[in-house]
């Protein structure tokens, strides 16, 4: 996550989408003018992440948000001068979290990579962002991301030991019945990466979409987050 992630805090009747350049996400103040706002935003910057401040406030949909923001924020990072390699690159890092999200979208961004360089690579990265848009227009249901993490403790459970398989499931239980939060149930595994030098989750955004520090973030601001 070396881009910085531009999000804009905005009241939509004093501003309108156009105004904005080289944003990330958008946080819209409650009043009259949301719903225009929210057409203007679909218009200038396509499947920008937009969140109103009273929906910030739940777990879930800051999660959502977020992951969108700092995924798009790379993706700018690339638009100078894209490439095959970034494209897969960030295709491979970005594995779970588009499994998590699309795995029919995951598979067909992954044949966008990889067909980069037979083809107008600035093509073809603007199809990328788009599709990548699309994969993450709607937010994955708990179930999906509980399962999530339960693809990647299958991994380590010959590993690890039972105190540990057990604490983890009773977690990823908890976490099921919406008692705890996902970044809770994250931890052990990330844990279990730096232990075992596991280094095929290593860098994979599931376990780090953003900083840990806005896990808990309650409000937006304007500027850039990093």
Known sequence: MSQNAQIVTVTPEVKGASEFDEVDGFIVSAGPGAESFAQEVAQHHGPLAMVTDAQLQDDATRRHFLTRVFA????????????????????????????????????????IAADADSSDVQAAYEDYVRTFGEALCDAPTHEA?????????????????????????????????????????????????????YHYFADQ?????????????????EGAVD
């Open 145 to 197: 991301w509980a399962n999530a993490a339960q693809h990647m403790y299958g991994h380590f459970k010959q590993q690890i030991p039972a105190d540990e398989k057990a604490e983890f499931l009773d977690m990823l239980a908890d976490y099921r019945a919406e008692k705890i939060g996902f970044e809770a149930v994250l931890a052990p595994i990330r844990e279990w990466c730096a232990r075992y030098e």
């Open 205 to 221: 955004t599931l376990l780090e979409p953003y900083p840990r520090e806005l896990a808990g973030w309650p409000e937006g601001s």
């Open 72 to 111: 798009f924020a790379e993706l700018r990072g690339l638009k100078e001068k894209p490439s095959r390699a970034a494209l897969t690159d960030f295709q491979r890092r970005h594995k779970h979290v588009l499994m998590t999200y699309s795995q029919q979208k995951m598979r067909a961004l992954g044949a």
